[in-house]
C-alpha cells in the first residue's frame, strides 16, 4: 500500500442537470459535471485511465473505462490542479457517479484516486 501522504489527489466533483438536452417523456435525463482533480501529494502523478461506476434511480449500473479523461492524461506536480466537464445520461431522473482515477506517480507507484460518489439529479426530485 503506498504511502497514504506521498501519493494524494482530492477530487471535487459538481453536477448539474441540463434539460434543454433531456426528455423525460423518452426516459432521457442528461446531466453535466465538472471535476476538479488536486495533486495534495508529495510526489507528481498521472491520471492515465478511469473507472466509472452510474447508478439510476431503478438501482441499474452501468460501468465506464478508458484511458485518460476528456481525451487527457493530465501529470499533476504537488500543489497542482486540473479541471474538466463532461456529462452522463440517465433513464431516471436521479442518479449517482463514483468511481476512481488510475494513477501512476514519477517514482513508477501504481495508485487509484478514489471519485467520491455524487448525486445525478434533476431538481424538483429529490427532498
Do not use: C
Not at 493530465?74 to 436521479?94: A, D, I, M
Not at 457517479?97 to 478514489?114: L, P
Amino acid at each position: 500500500m503506498p504511502d497514504s501522504n506521498k501519493y494524494r489527489i482530492d477530487i471535487h466533483p459538481v453536477a448539474q442537470f441540463i434539460p434543454d438536452q433531456s426528455d423525460p417523456d423518452e426516459n432521457r435525463y442528461l446531466f453535466a459535471y465538472t471535476i476538479t482533480i488536486k495533486n495534495v501529494g508529495e510526489v507528481p502523478a498521472q491520471l492515465i485511465s478511469r473507472h466509472w461506476i452510474i447508478t439510476d434511480g431503478n438501482n441499474e449500473q452501468q460501468e465506464v473505462r478508458g484511458l485518460g479523461v476528456v481525451g487527457k492524461q493530465p501529470l499533476l506536480k504537488p500543489g497542482e490542479s486540473f479541471q474538466y466537464s463532461s456529462g452522463s445520461s440517465l433513464s431516471t431522473p436521479v442518479g449517482t457517479m463514483k468511481g476512481t482515477y488510475q494513477m501512476v506517480a514519477e517514482d513508477g507507484t501504481h495508485f487509484n484516486a478514489e471519485i467520491p460518489e455524487f448525486a445525478l439529479a434533476m431538481p424538483r426530485v429529490l427532498h
